[in-house]
Each structure stands twice: as structure tokens, then as C-alpha cells.
């Protein structure tokens, strides 16, 4: 991350010309104190349209790199992201373009989308052993909470070695679950790129669990639709894919919960991201510091309740407030329809993330469970939700 000044002086006292990912929300809340806005789709974005642009804000779909920005007047790079793969920080350095990510703006999301996928697959997460490779944001947060809940991890990191659970790839591999929340390297010496291909794959048991939630080409897809095909008890849940957006349809068959990589897409994961990249442009020299108009949404809260007791209570209200299974089976119509005749697929997978509901995380939720155990009672504060 680099908070640099830019190079135009007087680029702080005029209104900012501001591109922008149309699927960033909150933009006008965050940025519209700044100047003009102009919203466009990520993924085709070309160096023409920014040609009189000061700012560019981004998601995971814009490759930020020479390409893009050779030429062009802008000044700092925002992506309201936690992952930065897509961005050629080497070229923005060299070229002293600012540039910000949103390091674990969504970390919580994914990881309630971890419980909540389990809940939805009835996988009683309470008698296994868990495995987590890549332990930054989102791995440490799963593993703080499944410490919490009083459950075993062992954790592979790579640039973490002090880590109290640090172990092996190959021990992470062996546990039940085994979740995976590495960004996508390519460079030595720890790269991620196909780090799961089929050796490794095959060192996980026949019926181990396989959440990829970090990015898809941490596992080598082919190798995983061979490893599913020979053994069908095998659980894969895949909210991240090789080739988003045109994914491999076999291995969606395969897999035992699909998603269009939305693990991160709390509505409150979210509008982080757009308010971490807003404070990192006001923290970049000679951006004009602003009086801030902008506040947070009003927070909501619901109340929830079960008439079930033990996992069962802590299954049914995980997937009251966010069932995956809703996103599985969007995601398969789509590749239904896309087969007779709709949508292209990598056009489908898009407009689902697009259009994605609004989903709200566990702190908005407010459990009634006063005929619950206190042991379920307290398994549902370590993850998160308020409890009465
Ligand atoms: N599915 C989603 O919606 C979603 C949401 C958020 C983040 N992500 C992805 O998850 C990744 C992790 O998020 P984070 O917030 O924890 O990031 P982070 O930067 O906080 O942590 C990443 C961790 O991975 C480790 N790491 C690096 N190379 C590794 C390797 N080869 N093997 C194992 N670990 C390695 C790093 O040392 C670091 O501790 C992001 O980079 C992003 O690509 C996906
Ligand atoms: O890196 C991240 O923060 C997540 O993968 C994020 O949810 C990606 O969402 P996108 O930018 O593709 O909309």
C-alpha cells in the first residue's frame, strides 16, 4: 500500500474527476464531496475513458497496470477490495501513482459465509478438525473464532511461521475441513498459483470438506474435477473459480455448494471497502482533505428466533440469515439457462454479482433464545450474533 503525493499540485484544489466501478456502492456518500463521478463497467474498462480522470476507483475485475493507465492523467488507484492481484503495484510505484486496497474489509464476511455454508451442507462443524491456508484477515478472523468455539485448527502460512497452530501444507491438508483464504500468487518464493494441484488435492482424506473462498486459481480446477469425478464423497464448496468469469461448467456439477464469488459480499463488507478507499485518498498528500457529509447507514437489527435446540438451533439461525444454498441454486440456473441458449455464462456470472441481494452480517441480528442451552448460547456469541 502506498499513500504517495501526486504529482499535479494543483490537482488538490479543483474538483476531482473520478472514475469508478459502477458496482461500487456508497460512491456517492463517499466521493461525491469531491467532484464529478463517472460509473463504469469494471471489466471493459479501456485507457480512452480515462483520459481526464484524477481518481480510479476500482473492484477485482479492473487489471490496474501500464495498459490501462500509460498516459493518462490519474492520480491514485482505490480498489474497495481486500484482494490486490489484479493490480500491478510495481508499475503504480514506479510511476508514483497512490493506490490503496481495503485490506480486510469483507473479512467477516467470508468468514460467516464459512459457518454458513457448513449449516447449509448440515456439516456439524462442532466434532471436526479444521485447516486453514492463507491466515491474514480473513484466515486469522476464522481462526480467532474457531478458537472461540473451542475447536481444533492447524493453519498454514507461509510468511507466518510464528503462528501458535502453524503446521505443514501437507497437516492443514489432512484435517475434515479444510478452508482455504490465500491470495493468488505467482511469484517465488511462496507462490499460490495451482498450490492445491493434484498431488496436493490427493493428499486431503475421501471425505474431507474443501472450501475455496481466497481465489480460484489457488486450485488447479481440472485437477479438482478429476479429484471429485474418482471420489463423489468427497465436499468441495467453491465460491471462487479459475477463468471468472467463464467458469467451468463440469466442475459446477461436481461441486457440492457453487457460488459466483460473493463470499465477501456483505452489504456491510461492502460500503468498508468504499469507506476504507476514501479515508486512504484523504491520507494521500495534496488529495484536498474534505469536511466529511458522509456518514454510515443507520444499523439494523433483526430478531430471530428457532424452535430447535443444539446444532440444530445454531443451523437453523446461521441459515436464517444467510443461506448459501440461495446462491448455489441462482448460480445453477444460470448455467442452465446459459445451456439452452441464455446468457453466456461469463456474462450470467456477472450479472449475478451484480444484482446480488443485500445481505446483512450476524452483528445485525439479534437472536431470541432464552429456551436455548447455554452452551448454544454461547456457541452463537462466539460467532457473532447478539443473543437475548
Ligand atoms: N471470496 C471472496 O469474496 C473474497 C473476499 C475477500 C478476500 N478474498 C481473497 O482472500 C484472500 C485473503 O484475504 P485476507 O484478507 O486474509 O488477505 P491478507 O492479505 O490479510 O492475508 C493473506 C495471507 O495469505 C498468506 N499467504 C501468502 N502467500 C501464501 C501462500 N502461498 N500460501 C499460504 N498463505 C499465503 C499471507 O502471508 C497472508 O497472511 C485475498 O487476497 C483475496 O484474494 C476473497
Ligand atoms: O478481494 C476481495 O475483497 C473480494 O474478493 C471481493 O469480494 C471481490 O469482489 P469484486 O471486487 O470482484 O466485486
Redesign the pocket.
Known amino acids: 500500500m502506498m499513500d504517495q503525493a501526486p504529482r499535479d499540485a494543483a490537482y488538490s484544489s479543483k474538483p476531482l474527476n473520478i472514475v469508478a466501478d459502477e458496482n461500487i456502492p456508497g460512491l456517492e456518500d463517499w466521493f461525491g464531496d469531491l467532484g464529478n463521478i463517472t460509473r463504469l463497467p469494471g471489466r471493459t474498462m479501456t485507457r480512452e475513458q480515462l483520459r481526464d480522470a484524477d481518481v480510479l476507483l476500482v473492484r ?1 475485475v479492473t487489471p490496474v497496470n501500464e495498459n490501462l493507465l500509460r498516459d493518462t492523467p490519474v492520480r491514485f488507484v482505490g480498489s474497495c ?5 489484479h493490480l500491478d503495484t510495481v508499475w503504480l510505484e514506479q510511476r508514483g501513482v497512490a493506490w490503496s486496497a481495503a ?5 467477516n ?2 468468514v460467516e ?1 464459512v459457518f454458513c455454508a457448513l449449516a447449509a451442507l448440515d456439516i456439524d462443524w462442532r466434532d471436526r478438525t479444521f485447516g486453514i ?9 476464522l481462526q480467532t473464532r474457531l478458537h472461540q468455539l473451542g475447536l481444533s485448527v492447524v493453519v ?5 511461521p510464528d503462528n501458535p497452530d502453524a503446521a505443514t ?1 501437507e497437516t492443514v491438508l489432512k484435517q475434515q475441513i479444510v478452508c482455504l ?5 505467482k511469484a517465488e518464493p ?3 498459483l495451482h ?1 492445491l494441484d493434484t498431488a496436493m488435492l490427493d493428499k486431503l482424506a475421501d471425505d474431507a470438506v474443501l472450501i475455496s ?3 480460484g486459481a ?1 486450485i488447479d480446477n481440472n485437477a479438482l474435477l478429476a479429484r471429485l469425478q474418482r471420489n463423489p464423497a468427497f465436499t468441495a464448496v467453491l ?2 473459480w479459475e477463468n471468472e468469469p467463464d467458469i467451468n461448467l463440469s466442475l459446477l456439477e461436481q461441486v457440492d455448494l457453487a457460488s459466483p ?5 456483505s452489504h456491510d ?1 461492502k460500503l468498508a471497502g468504499t469507506r476504507m478507499i476514501r479515508e486512504a485518498l484523504d491520507r494521500s498528500p495534496g488529495l484536498r482533505p474534505v469536511s466529511a457529509s458522509h456518514k454510515d447507514p443507520a444499523s439494523e437489527t433483526k430478531v430471530i428466533s428457532t424452535e430447535q435446540s443444539g446444532f440444530a438451533a445454531i443451523r437453523d439461525l446461521l441459515l436464517q440469515m444467510y443461506n448459501p444454498r440461495d446462491d448455489d441454486r441462482r448460480l445453477r440456473a444460470a448455467a442452465d439457462a446459459h445451456k439452452q441458449g441464455g446468457l453466456p455464462m461469463a456474462e450470467a456470472f456477472d450479472l449475478l454479482r451484480k444484482q446480488y441481494p443485500k445481505r446483512l452480517e450476524f452483528s445485525h441480528f439479534r437472536a431470541s433464545t432464552s429456551q436455548l442451552d447455554k452452551s448454544t448460547r454461547q456457541q452463537l456469541t462466539a460467532l457473532g450474533l447478539q443473543c437475548s
Open positions: 477485482s477490495t481486500i484482494g490486490t492481484d485490506p480486510g474489509c469483507n473479512a464476511s467470508v459465509y491456508v492463507g491466515c491474514g484477515n480473513v484466515g486469522g478472523l498454514y502460512d507461509p510468511w507466518l501444507l483464504h490465500a491470495p493468488l500468487v511462496h507462490p499460490s498450490m473462498a481466497g481465489r489457488v465460491d471462487v464469488h460473493i463470499a465477501g459480499y463488507g
